[in-house]
């Protein structure tokens, strides 16, 4: 998929899960949780080559703008959409699958300490509803 047809369907998939969506450039300049994803995408793709620094200020620049912390090493599907995102938090090892909805104050993180994958998982087509803390490497 080309560059600028992922940010097409970035924007389609704000208009079909937001009613209150009405204009694209309401969508480019007001959907932070579009904007975090944009970011994430960026830092992904460099913290895949083994960079580390760059991508963690760049995930934290994303977390000023937005209030949506998600790790570089984090790995999002397509189609997600971050409904009133403040507050969300992605951990490094967490995997979102295609097609899923998180609404504000959703936790995917680890439960302490541990080594390796210490995230969940989320599958496709799920929607995370408001507040959800979801702890722990399961699917």
Not at 79 to 105: P, R
């Amino acid at each position: 998929m080309s560059f600028f047809s992922r940010l097409r369907k970035d924007i389609r998939v704000v208009f079909e899960r937001d009613p209150a969506a009405r204009s694209v450039l309401e969508v480019l300049f007001c959907y932070s949780g579009l904007h975090a994803i944009w970011f994430h995408r960026i830092s992904h793709a460099l913290y895949k080559r083994g960079w580390v620094l760059i991508p963690r200020m760049i995930s934290n620049f994303a977390r000023f703008l937005t209030g949506i912390e998600i790790h570089p090493g984090a790995t999002i599907g397509e189609g997600l959409f971050i409904d009133h995102g403040t507050g969300i938090v992605i951990g490094e090892t967490a995997e979102i699958g295609n097609n899923v909805t998180l609404y504000q104050g959703v936790t995917l993180g680890g439960t302490g300490k541990e080594k390796g994958k210490r995230h969940p998982t989320i599958g496709n087509n799920v929607v995370v509803a408001s507040g959800a803390k979801v702890l722990g490497s399961f699917t």
